[in-house]
């Protein structure tokens, strides 16, 4: 039945409702308890049973069509059977992983997935060595799959040109800092264009958001990556420069600031090469992919601004001009001294 009450932009499902129509498909022990957990690109609920816990990832309406999700579950399930760490979807009791879920925006899909047991590592410069083999690991096991054309490419129209488009009516009344930002879009890439192909190993299925939240570390220092949803085929150069994104900005990943972030890349890039060694014009890449993800970041902030809250991300739709003003200047300087670091712009 269609909804007929006031429009809605993004709802979040009773966590009881979700409870009863949907975890009651799955081979779950009871008693079980569904929690909402968090918003962000997607609603997150936390799902405790009798002895396990999960985690059940209900997708926005609009961001990810049906066969888009079932190329994530396909992938994981990949992985899993390789033997790769990685948290993996929940098969109900049909065999399927998927449900429908018929919101006041409209259809929405859940899928549950198993426990990242542990916490963010502390990325010592043992940690960010394993964790680059990890990732390298899951390149090369994805290498040995036919690339599935259900998903999407992190390529430059999506990591550059889409979201300068989402944040162009945030910088209406500041026309020169979209105009520089529209330059530093075609220096980074041209500079990319020249350095990169799009050919394995160089480019293939990437996860597309390898950052410290996304990995967890049991009390055995073994990792899990989780939340796949962004992604897709492109450059391995890019899916490492998220580590050197979150590494080298203004909080690094000990929390306390950037000290660390040189020595934490070149242990990563260390783990990574253990099972392939990058490109002199990758690791030449990197450095410019650091902007583009910044530049990336903040047009999927923009986005998704009015949908998502305070947390974790500012609603900046709902901010004073002054405040709007501050988020930019902030991320603005950091695209600035990430290009001034690499002679640009």
Known sequence: MAYSG????ASIISSQALATNVLSKYHLQSPLTCKFLQRGLND????????????????????????????EVDMLIYLVRERQPVAAPVAMQDG?????????????YAVLFTEAVGKPPKFNMADCSQYG?????????????????????????????????????FLA????????????????????????????????CCHGDHYPANVHQDGEGRMVVFDFDCYGYGWRSYDVAVFLWQ?????????????????????????????????????EATKLFVPVRRIWWMGMHTRLTETIGPNPWPNLAGL????????INRNIGLVRDSMEQQGLS
């Open 6 to 9: 006031f429009p809605v932009d």
């Open 44 to 71: 997150t609920y936390t799902v405790q049973t009798g002895s396990s816990t999960y985690y059940l990832r209900v997708y926005r309406h609009g961001l990810r069509k049906k066969s888009e999700i079932d190329a």
């Open 96 to 108: 399927t992983y998927l449900t429908r879920i018929d919101a006041p925006e409209g259809t929405r």
């Open 133 to 169: 083999q990890i990732v390298a690991n899951i390149h090369a096991c994805m290498d040995q799959q036919q690339e599935d054309g259900r998903r999407f490419h992190l390529d430059l129209e999506y990591l550059v040109d889409q979201p300068l488009k989402h944040l162009e009516p």
């Open 173 to 204: 009344h500041r026309p020169e800092e979209i105009e520089y930002l529209r330059r530093c879009a075609d220096q980074l890439k041209s500079g990319i264009d020249d350095l990169l192909l799009k050919n394995k190993p160089e480019y293939g």
């Open 247 to 283: 590494a080298s900005g203004p909080v690094g990943l000990n929390g306390t600031g950037n000290a660390d972030a040189p020595e934490q890349w070149d242990a990563f890039v260390e783990g990574y090469s253990r099972i392939r060694s990058l490109t002199d014009s990758e690791l």
């Open 320 to 327: 004073d001009r002054e405040a709007q003003n501050g988020w």
